[in-house]
Every structure is written in structure tokens, then in C-alpha cells.
């Protein structure tokens, strides 16, 4: 067959090793290629083959490198990308009074500039979509902004609280009434939802459930069903029995993902199980705070129950980096560790909580996996170094190896947004200079506030 004869892909990611992670194994594939025409993979299989039958307007080289789905982060707070080293080796509720007052400090540049970090670092890392954590409410379409200019897919919500919670005192500019966080939820799926080519969805969300009452607690559940949207928030990291007064209120459903998800009753576990509520892991961050999740969560036990469990980074100020693959890892070895059995979360099901199971945490059954008609949301990691040899079994050593930065290419919606390890979709230079200049203006207000917990 000619060249000219030949059906043309728009992009071909060629002869590299593909974990399409379609049947759960982590399987590699070497010597194949991925086709992508449009925002959809079109073809998938042996490089040679592919050659033969194909041709490209543009080409990566990936021999000696993996090709396998970008990750979800199910749950990230990008507007505290520039809080990252002010609040580490604190208790928790001075770790939230902090960290949310200085968000409540940020004005509308800081926070693009703080989501656009994020974007570049998620970028960096093979991380191709993300559930946003509750966004500063009054600069929500920063971040939605912020996003859509870095390529990446998303799920945008706002922070809504209504009234202070007793154990921490939350930023009085985040606190409206019932009927307002109601109203500006609308508002931002009814701007927002579809936006960015469709890469960009907004749901409903709340801090905490103990920031709002009951009746707009099932206002906002009722406005996600409406709509069709998903709801996203946080659960206590010390309390059990939330998921039994959800479902006494009558809300709890399968469009519900809920973040630090620890402490369940054994009731809790069933109505997960019977509303096929998603829950989020965030491992690192649960380490970095002391949350619980080693000593206290189920999170196995949820798998094996066929729960969709997701994972997440939470954030720079607690996850620390927002590198999916150290955050995999850690969720493939922690739960090991405590119940002193290996056999627990083996890798590739790993690889499956931080790809298949984050997009269907998204309310997509069309990512994290690499197959025909999926849309082309791929990451491409560099083999070929020292930490990732003998890649005897692939899937492992990605697994328990690899960090963000052996990410070479990044793609979604069959776009290139990085290429040999040079982002493509932002200005690097100037999103960390902007970041750089924008955090150290923010720091005094948390060394401030420091001394003024030092005095009382």
C-alpha cells in the first residue's frame, strides 16, 4: 500500500510498550503502537503492523519507552499549589486554619497562577484529568480558566460552607447562606459544565458536611441530579457514621465521591457498596497529616467489595507534590505494611485505582484505558534509565519505580501537551516565575499568622 493510499492518524505514538490496562493484568505489549485521530485512540497494535497500514501527520518515537493511560487525581486542591512548605509538621486543625485562611487571602492572579502551577506539574507528571478539591469560591472562574489554558481535563467545584465548624474557625469570606451556596453552584455548572471542548465539567461539592445543614445538603443533591453532574467532598478524617446520615437524608447515590473516606461503620461499608458511592485515597496526604488511613482505612476491604476506590494527591500543602506515581506506589505498599501481608493491593490493580477507576470517579467510562474508541488521555515514561532496569515486569517496576519525573510526553484530547520533556501547552518559565513571585508575597500572612498562634 502507497503512502498516499493509506488512511492518515493525526498523531501516532510509535514502538513503545503499551499497557493498555484493559483487562485489569497490567500486561505489557512491546514493539506496539497507538494511533489517535481526533480526541479518540483509532487503532492499536503491533508497531510494524500499524506502519504498514497507517500513516501519520505526526509521529512520536516511543522505542524504549511505556505508553500507557494518563492518571486522575480524584481529588486535588490546586489553590494551594503556592502554600506547598508552610504548613508541614503541624496538627490538623492548625494545619486547616492556616492553609484555608491563606486561601481566603489569595486574590483572583494568585490564584491562576496557583492553579496554573498545579496544571504544570500535573502536566509534568502524567497526570492527564483531575476532580478539583472545593476551589476558592470567589475565584472559581480563575481556575476554570486557569485549566482549560493548560490542556488538561477536569471536574471543577467550589468550596461551599455555610456556617463554622466548632473544632476550626474557617475564613469568614468562604461562609455564605444555604440558598447562596445553592445559587452560585448553578451558576458555575451552568457556565462551566461542557466548557473547554467538553474537557471540563462542574459539579456540585462542600468542604465538609459539618459546614452546611441538612436542607442544603439535599438542595445540592438534588441540583447534581438535576443536572447530571457529580457531587464531590471531603469526609472527616476522625469521625465515622457520615455515610448512615447521608443516606438518612435520603441523597446518597452513585454520583458521590468522597476524599479522606477512613472511618466507615460496617453500615457505612454497606451502603457504599449499595449506592455505589466512589471513594477517594489519598494516601500521602493521609501520612503527611497523620489522617488515619494506614491504621484506620478499609480501603482494601472497599476493593475488594468491587467499590470503585480512586486515588488523589489532595494538594502542595499536605500531599506535598502532586505525582501520581509516588501516590500509587504509596497506596500499593502502605496497606502491606500495616496488615503485614504483601499480597495486599499488588501493582497492577494499583495502576488501575489511579487511571480506569479515577475516570469512572469522573463520570467517564471513556478513560484509563488504551483501546480503540477511549479518548487519547496518555502519558509516556522513559525506560530506558537506571532505576527502571531490567523493567522485568513492566507494570512492577513503573509501579514501584517510577516517579513523575520520568514522564516524557503527555497527551489528552489526542493534543500534545508535553513532548521530550518539554511542556508544550504553558509557558514554563513564566508559570514558575509567576508562582515564585506570587508565594513569597503570601508567606508573610502565614508567618503572621504563626506568631499570633505562638502568642495566644
Known amino acids: ?258 476524599a479522606h473516606a477512613i472511618r466507615f461503620t460496617d453500615r457505612d461499608m454497606d451502603l457504599i457498596e449499595q449506592y455505589d458511592v466512589k471513594i477517594n485515597h489519598n494516601p500521602g496526604a493521609s501520612m503527611h497529616g497523620a489522617y488515619g488511613s494506614a491504621v484506620a482505612g478499609r480501603f482494601p476491604e472497599l476493593i475488594d467489595r468491587g467499590v470503585n476506590v480512586c486515588l488523589g494527591c489532595d494538594g502542595a500543602a499536605n500531599g506535598n507534590t502532586l505525582d501520581m506515581w509516588q501516590t500509587t506506589r504509596l497506596a500499593a505498599t502502605l496497606h502491606k505494611e500495616v496488615r503485614q501481608d504483601a499480597t495486599v493491593v499488588p501493582a497492577p490493580q494499583a495502576l488501575q485505582l489511579s487511571t480506569v477507576n479515577g475516570g469512572r470517579a469522573l463520570q467517564r467510562d471513556d478513560l484509563g484505558v488504551v483501546a480503540v474508541g477511549m479518548k487519547a488521555d496518555l502519558q509516556v515514561i522513559d525506560l530506558q534509565q537506571a532505576h527502571l532496569t531490567p523493567a522485568h515486569d513492566v507494570a512492577n517496576v513503573l509501579v514501584y519505580c517510577a516517579s513523575g519525573q520520568d514522564v516524557v510526553a503527555t497527551v489528552v484530547d489526542g493534543r500534545i501537551l508535553m513532548r521530550d520533556g518539554q511542556v508544550t501547552s504553558l509557558d514554563e518559565r513564566r508559570v514558575l516565575e509567576d508562582a515564585e513571585a506570587r508565594a513569597r508575597r503570601l508567606a508573610p500572612l502565614v508567618l503572621e499568622s504563626h506568631a499570633r498562634e505562638v502568642q495566644a
Not at 40 to 63: F, H, K, M, N, Y
Not at 104 to 109: F, G, K, R
Not at 232 to 254: D, F, K, Y
Request: aromatic content about 6%.
Open 1 to 258: 500500500m502507497s503512502e498516499a493510499s493509506k488512511p492518515q492518524l493525526d498523531l501516532l505514538l510509535a514502538g513503545g510498550t503499551v499497557l493498555t490496562l484493559a483487562d485489569g493484568s497490567g500486561a505489557a505489549e512491546p514493539s506496539w503502537s497507538v494511533g489517535i485521530v481526533g480526541d479518540r485512540i483509532a487503532v492499536v497494535g503491533p508497531a510494524a503492523e500499524l506502519a504498514a497500514q497507517w500513516s501519520a501527520q505526526d509521529i512520536i518515537d516511543c522505542t524504549g519507552q511505556a505508553i500507557l493511560p494518563g492518571f486522575v487525581d480524584a481529588h486535588l486542591h490546586t489553590c494551594q499549589s503556592l502554600v506547598r512548605g508552610l504548613a508541614d509538621d503541624i496538627p490538623v486543625l492548625e494545619w486547616l486554619t492556616r492553609v484555608v485562611n491563606l486561601e481566603a487571602a489569595m486574590d483572583e492572579d494568585d490564584v491562576y497562577a496557583s492553579v496554573r502551577l498545579a496544571c504544570l506539574e500535573m502536566i509534568r507528571g502524567g497526570t492527564t484529568a483531575f476532580i478539583e478539591a472545593c476551589a476558592n469560591p470567589t475565584y472559581v472562574d480563575a481556575v476554570a480558566d486557569a485549566v482549560i489554558d493548560s490542556g488538561l481535563r477536569a471536574a471543577l467545584t467550589r468550596s461551599s460552607m455555610e456556617h463554622q465548624e466548632p473544632d476550626w474557625e474557617a475564613p469568614a469570606a468562604f461562609l455564605a447562606d444555604g440558598p447562596a451556596n445553592v445559587e452560585a453552584t448553578r451558576r458555575l455548572i451552568e457556565r462551566w459544565n461542557g466548557a473547554g471542548n467538553g474537557r471540563i465539567a462542574a459539579w456540585c461539592g462542600w468542604r465538609q458536611q459539618w459546614n452546611l445543614s441538612d436542607d442544603t445538603i439535599v438542595a445540592l443533591a438534588r441540583l447534581s441530579q438535576d443536572h447530571g453532574v457529580g457531587f464531590h467532598g471531603h469526609l472527616s478524617t476522625r469521625r465515622s457514621g457520615q455515610i448512615e446520615s447521608l443516606e438518612a437524608l435520603g441523597v446518597l447515590g452513585p454520583q458521590f465521591v468522597f
